[in-house]
């Protein structure tokens, strides 16, 4: 019986282990939108999601300003919980339709920039229809 109460425990410290990196990875995203959002407000924020083949994914956060350049770039790849957002300093600055080409990109994070730049286009598309509304 000893044996089946540590095996209980340890799944409950295991459980516990997950329930806190999950939540410090919540913690890490939002951290990482917010900034994002509060350094430039005159710009779109995307965000995209994508698996690759063997079941790691990516997870990209797109900024670009209005004349569709690339502010920032964050990458989060992998399923851990301790993945976390890098910074692609090698594409900010280029046009948004020449970064899905970039080296530096793997195929799932072009998948998930694709996503991300859905977004933005919906974005600026839903900013350009409320300046004409405001204009007539």
């Known amino acids: 019986m000893p ?7 340890g799944l409950a410290v295991a459980w516990s282990l997950q329930a806190y990196g ?7 995203y939002s951290a990482a939108m917010g900034q994002a959002t ?8 995307g965000t995209g999601k994508a698996r690759s083949r063997w079941g790691a994914g990516t997870v990209l956060l797109l900024v670009v300003g209005p004349d569709r350049a690339v502010r ?5 790849r992998g399923v851990t919980v301790f993945a976390r957002f890098r910074r692609l300093p090698e594409v900010e600055g280029l046009p948004l339709a020449a970064v899905a080409d970039h080296a530096a990109l793997r195929p799932a994070d072009r ?7 859905e977004q933005v286009e919906r974005a600026a598309g839903r900013a350009r229809s409320e300046e004409r509304s405001k204009a007539a």
Do not use: F
Not at 72 to 76: F, G, Q, S, T
Not at 111 to 117: D, K, R, S, T, V
């Open 3 to 9: 044996s089946m109460a540590l095996a209980i425990a």
């Open 22 to 28: 999950t939540w410090r990875q919540i913690q890490h």
């Open 38 to 45: 509060r350094s430039w407000s005159d710009g779109y924020v």
């Open 72 to 76: 920032r770039l964050l990458v989060m």
């Open 111 to 117: 998948a998930a920039l694709m996503i991300a730049a």
